[in-house]
């Protein structure tokens, strides 16, 4: 069975989050939430909040999430986690902290450099820049354009693929996104399986 690893910060956009966790579940692939702390979050201890195994997350519109764990406990394990998939949702403030991390740089940077998938959407697709990979075809959301145009072969595309490398541009393509990555890991039948039980409009890719 395939594995994901989805991160999620506090200020994540949690369409970007939840649709392609649950599609990707749905896919039967197995999925695994990690929370990362901005730096001022560090550290920080409360009932239900930072700190714990399993944080609540406060997602960009206010939509609360339990993550499985932190990306802190999965590297402290003991154990190695190497997963199928690592991907990087958006949302301006969630994808800052991940941008910023520093963790998160070393987690995509092996990904890379293993030739395992990684997906970024919206601006997550700022961690490409600051986990410091090649310049190749990316997309991003509008609102990042400026930040990755110089340093990658900006295009405008719904969902980009450079080999491992698969970026998308925000909330509305969060589906062809997730669908993308399932046809990687799993194929395009598998794809097929799971989009007809959802209804999903045929003349949506």
């Known amino acids: 069975m395939p594995s994901a690893l989805v991160l999620i910060a506090n200020g994540t956009e949690e ?20 929370f990362v702390p901005a730096e001022e979050e560090i550290g920080l201890a409360h009932a239900g909040g930072w700190g714990i195994d399993s944080p609540t997350v406060t997602c960009s519109r206010g939509v609360k999430i339990v993550s499985d764990t932190t990306l802190e406990a999965l590297q402290s394990a003991g154990t190695k986690n190497v997963y199928d998939a690592v ?9 800052d902290t991940l ?8 987690l995509v940077a092996s990904q890379y450099e293993g030739s395992r998938l990684i997906g970024m959407i919206c601006a997550g697709s700022l961690v490409a820049k600051t986990s410091k990979l090649p310049k190749q075809p990316i997309t991003s959301h509008p609102s990042v354009k400026r930040q990755l145009e110089s340093d990658y072969e ?35 039948a ?16």
Do not use: H, W
């Open 15 to 34: 369409m970007e989050f939840t649709i392609v966790f649950d599609t990707l579940v749905r896919a039967g692939i197995e999925c695994t939430s990690a």
């Open 87 to 95: 991907i990087i949702p958006g949302g301006a403030k969630g994808a």
């Open 99 to 106: 941008a910023r991390s520093q963790a998160v740089q070393e």
């Open 154 to 188: 900006y295009k405008e595309e719904s969902v980009v693929v450079s080999g491992k490398l698969v970026t998308s541009r925000g909330p509305g393509t969060a589906f062809p996104f997730a669908f993308k990555i399932i046809e990687l890991l799993c194929g395009e």
């Open 190 to 205: 598998k794809v097929k399986e799971v989009r007809d039980p959802m209804v999903f409009p045929e003349n949506n890719q």
